[in-house]
C-alpha cells in the first residue's frame, strides 16, 4: 500500500524503516496530515466568506445579455423561449457556455431583480 504514501511520506520510507517505524504507522500519519490541511483549508474559506468576500472564479454576464433578457421578459415570453432566443443569439453565461435553458434563464432574470430591483 505504499502508493498511498504523499510527498513528504514516501522519501521516509527507508528512514522511517530503520527508526523502528512501520509503513501502516506511515500511512496514519499520512491521512491525519490530510485531514488536518481539510480542516484548515475549510476553516479558513468559512473565515473569508464571514469577512464577506467572495470565493472562486467571478461569474460575468454581459449587460448586453441582461438587458435581452429582460426585453424578451417584458414581450411575454416564458423562459424557454428567453433560453432559446439566448441560445440562437450566441449570449454567454456565466460559465462561457452560450447554451441557455429554461432554469438558467430564469435565474438570470431572478439574479437581476435581486441585485437591481428591476
Known amino acids: 500500500m505504499a502508493s498511498a504514501l504523499t510527498y513528504p511520506f514516501s522519501r521516509l520510507t ?3 524503516s530503520e527508526a523502528g517505524v ?16 481539510g480542516k484548515q483549508s ?9 469577512q464577506g468576500e467572495t470565493l472562486g472564479r467571478p461569474r460575468v454576464i454581459s449587460e448586453a ?14 423562459h424557454s423561449a428567453i433560453a432559446a432566443t439566448l441560445t440562437a443569439e ?6 462561457g457556455s452560450t447554451s441557455w ?4 434563464a430564469g435565474r438570470l432574470l431572478a439574479r437581476r431583480r435581486a441585485t437591481h430591483g428591476e
Open 22 to 37: 512501520t509503513l501502516e504507522q506511515l500511512e496514519h500519519l499520512s491521512a491525519a496530515a490530510t485531514q488536518i490541511r
Open 14 to 16: 527507508q528512514a522511517a
Open 101 to 104: 435553458d429554461r432554469h438558467a
Open 65 to 78: 445579455t441582461y438587458l435581452r433578457a429582460l426585453t424578451l421578459e417584458s414581450e411575454g415570453l416564458s
Open 90 to 95: 450566441g449570449h454567454a453565461r456565466g460559465n
Open 42 to 50: 475549510r476553516k479558513a474559506s468559512e473565515y473569508r466568506r464571514q
